[in-house]
């Protein structure tokens, strides 16, 4: 990946991206050549309080969820990826990105409502064109890493196998347990889809190769400014 990271997102499928100023982070870089590993968390609590929080410590890259003032679910970007997220305890310069979701960890099998799953899926599969974190989990729906030690932290997986990770499967001194017992194969299979309707991966769609072999690429080279 010689390619430069790019710092802010816009959009997520059907989702604009509002960047929020002002939020504290640490100016060290993530680590490129790690395996490209994303963290979900949950806020436990909501918008307005989880963003009081972020603009004091611990900001992750992006927060999304409903947010009451709003009145809807949305997506936020508060620290520009390449830059280390501050969600974990330690470990933050393994993962490229880190999303807190508004929502409750829960032990029981669940999933958020259906426009945050949406935003989250969305998110996703923006960040596996982008950032190449593969559309994955270490771990079968209902293996969830508990609170304080458990065996996915001792796992070795987290900055060795590539893929989307819950706070709780990140490994010591980290002892939350959010999200809890998510259904993720729900989430990433909506990402999948939506990455198999955007088309490649971005990775595969870079150098002049890709361009000799892209369908249209001669008469649509010109118009290709989107990046
Ligand atoms: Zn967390």
Redesign the pocket.
């Known amino acids: 990946m010689a390619t430069a990271i790019k710092p802010w997102l816009d959009q997520a499928g059907n989702f604009p991206i509002t960047h929020i100023g002002g939020i504290p982070h640490f100016n060290q870089g993530v680590l490129l050549d790690a395996p490209r590993t994303g963290v979900l968390?949950?806020t436990e609590g909501g918008w307005v309080g989880g963003l009081a929080i972020f603009k004091q410590h611990f900001a992750p890259h992006f927060m999304l969820g409903f947010d009451a003032d709003a009145q809807k679910v949305r997506i936020a970007q508060l620290v520009q990826v390449g830059t280390i997220g501050a969600?974990?305890k330690a470990h933050n310069n393994q993962a490229i990105v880190q999303i807190?979701m508004i929502g409750f960890s829960k032990e029981k099998p669940w999933l958020p409502d259906d426009d945050t799953v949406a935003a989250l899926a969305s998110l996703m599969a923006v960040c596996a064109t982008e950032y190449g974190i593969p559309l994955d989990h270490p771990w079968p729906d209902g293996d969830f890493g508990k609170a304080g030690s458990n065996p996915h932290r001792s796992s070795g997986k987290y900055g060795k196998v590539a893929g989307w990770y819950g706070?709780g499967d990140c490994p010591s001194p980290d002892t939350?347990w959010?999200p809890g017992n998510l259904e993720w194969s729900v989430v990433l299979g909506k990402a999948k889809q939506m990455t198999n309707d955007l088309g490649a991966p971005h990775s595969a769609l870079a150098g002049p190769l890709a361009m000799a072999t892209a369908p249209g690429s001669t008469t649509r080279s010109k118009k290709k400014s989107r990046g």
């Open positions: 968390h949950t969600a974990l807190e706070h939350h959010d």
